[in-house]
């Protein structure tokens, strides 16, 4: 039974590890007037997570976690933070189109279904006029 239970835990062990190698982490900047965004980004398949943080001038920030899916050159999902002003963990649509090695941050019209906020379906998302197109750039680990 204990060889049985080994055997098991190392072939989820080699199986993690061999997902592991194909993730792909970038770091992104953009600069906004006095804001500035970083964005920590990992990609796999047709979803991607990551960090994303906004420093509004120097005096406050939005911190918090991106997760979605990878369609085409578009990505899509949610953004989940604690606000600058304090408070309760809050959701937000969050989409990005990729041109080359740049990002592009996208603003649309935002709805709500049982209190879960979503980019309209029927409004396209702008990525013409942005607040953030985001580098990449290199980081020490």
Do not use: W
Not at 69 to 78: A, C, E, H, M, V
Not at 94 to 107: E, H, V
Request: glycine share 8%; with cysteine.
């Amino acid at each position: 039974m204990i060889n049985i239970c080994l055997l098991a835990v190392t072939l989820l062990s080699i199986s993690c590890q061999s997902n592991i190698s194909n993730l792909k982490t970038k770091d992104y900047q953009a600069i906004s007037n006095r804001d500035t965004a970083y964005l920590r980004l990992t990609k796999h398949d047709n979803f991607f997570y990551g960090h994303y943080l906004v420093n509004y001038g120097g005096s406050s920030k939005d911190s918090g976690e991106i997760r979605g899916n990878i369609l085409g050159d578009t990505l899509k999902g949610d953004y989940f933070y604690y606000p600058r002003s304090g408070g309760v963990k809050k959701r937000s649509p969050f989409a990005l189109l990729q041109k080359g090695s740049t990002l592009k941050l996208g603003t649309g019209s935002v709805m709500s279904f049982m209190d879960i906020p979503y980019y309209s379906p029927s409004i396209p998302i702008n990525y013409d006029d942005v607040k953030f197109i985001f580098h990449e750039i290199t980081t020490k680990n």
